[in-house]
């Protein structure tokens, strides 16, 4: 009921209340969240991602002498992760500045990492992939990305495709995003969809486009 | 008047953004159009710092590219060397320092887990050959003709089958 009605009293604002810089950050969160309901989930995602950072260094100091060790490497990716939903923030912040819109960004930014839950869902589903069976591969390449059909890597990793985490959980998180941008701009969703769409194709082809530049394209893909 | 100014300042931000993808994309199909020498193990290229495994059986020649002052590539390396070990006929694996220069070369020379090492001292690698990651192992068979770049992981599977190129 109170979430309702937070919904109701943020859909009443107008759109240069939201605009001008007085928005509360959880506002437009999801259905309206209350402040409090915001901060819980928003902190265990957070502890999510430092898990996933703890667990993911784990794996790898016994095959790299030089990763560093699981407790500070939680906390590096906390800042990592933390510092990307800032800068995708910053970016469509900058998209709908251009186009003469202003999009309140603590808001925004609070959506993005609840909205992030859906990357630590593929993450998880790609790191449980290897043990997993036929079946459930299956399930994980549709959910997770095709990526997550491979075994990881035992110390060079394989070269990705752009698509390479392309399943339900990308698109589910690009229709969050997009959706979020929706709300927070108080228009359709059409427009935000299409850039968020643009932004993810232009992201991962220019990142699969550094990673081959960056391996070297001389004696063709690695088998 | 700010929000004009705001404006213009996205849309040079959004603007140069285009330009650093166009030019990612720009780089990368300069590399892939880009005619490298395939290739080829002749010891004659590159310096060498330490000679050793010549009373094996050779079956080969593992060249893997590591730079003394990466960890992770000198951990390939001896992930390579050991699966190598594994191998009948076994393959020689061979260090080729790469990007330093000859002091740090020789420093590393002792430490480092190969049959042969070799110094990189004229950027063949690099320069003539196209290398860029450290760790990869470039397979040639016993002419010295490139066969394959092999995943680490996978060259104890891939390695008994000595195919020509093209042939697989």
């Known amino acids: 009921m109170q979430a309702n009605d937070s919904m109701v009293a943020w859909n009443r604002r107008t759109a240069d209340e939201r605009e001008g810089g007085r928005t509360p950050w959880n506002a437009g969160v999801w259905g309206g969240f209350t402040r409090g309901g915001t901060a819980i989930v928003a902190l265990c995602v957070l502890a999510a991602w430092a898990g996933e950072g703890y667990h993911r260094f784990a794996r790898l100091a016994g095959t790299y002498p030089d990763v560093a060790a699981p407790w500070p ?89 752009p698509f390479a985490t392309l399943g339900v959980l990308t698109l589910g998180r690009i229709a969050l995003t997009a959706w979020a941008q929706a709300r927070a701009l108080n228009r359709g969703l059409l427009m935000p969809l ?15 486009w550094y990673a081959d530049f960056a391996r070297g394209l001389a004696h063709g893909d690695m088998p | 008047m700010s929000g004009a100014w705001t404006r213009v300042g996205a849309r040079v931000l959004l603007a140069a953004l285009v330009l650093a993808f166009a030019g990612i994309g720009a780089l990368r199909v300069r590399d892939d159009t880009h005619r490298w020498e395939t290739p080829r193990w002749d010891a004659r290229a590159f310096r060498v710092l330490r000679h050793g495994g010549d009373s094996v059986r050779v ?38 320092l790469v990007d330093t220069g000859e002091r740090r070369a020789l420093d590393a020379v002792w430490r480092i887990d190969a049959d042969v090492v070799v110094w990189d001292e004229n950027q063949v690698w690099r320069h003539r050959w196209g290398g860029r990651r450290y760790g990869e192992v470039l397979r040639f068979d016993a002419s010295g003709a490139l066969v394959r770049p092999v995943r680490v992981e996978r060259a104890a599977l891939t390695v008994a089958n000595h195919a020509p190129p093209g042939r697989r």
């Open chain 1, 73 to 161: 490497g939680a906390g590096v990716t906390l800042l990592v992760r933390v510092a990307m939903l800032v800068s995708e923030a910053w970016f469509y912040l900058v998209v709908w500045a251009a186009a003469g819109r202003r999009l309140a960004f603590r808001p925004f930014v609070t959506a993005l990492l609840l909205a992030s839950s859906l990357d630590l869902c593929a993450i998880a589903l790609r790191a449980a992939a290897p043990d997993a069976g036929a079946l459930a591969r299956v399930l994980i390449g549709g959910l997770a990305g095709p990526r997550g059909l491979e075994p990881p890597p035992e110390l060079i990793a394989a070269p990705d495709g």
């Open chain 1, 194 to 208: 299409l850039v968020t769409v643009t932004a993810w194709l232009a992201l991962h082809l220019g990142m699969a």
């Open chain 2, 59 to 96: 079956g080969g020649t593992w060249l893997v590219p590591v730079n003394p002052g990466c960890p992770s590539c000198l951990a390939a390396l001896a992930v390579a060397a050991r699966r190598a070990h594994d191998m009948r006929p076994r393959p020689r694996v061979v260090a080729l």
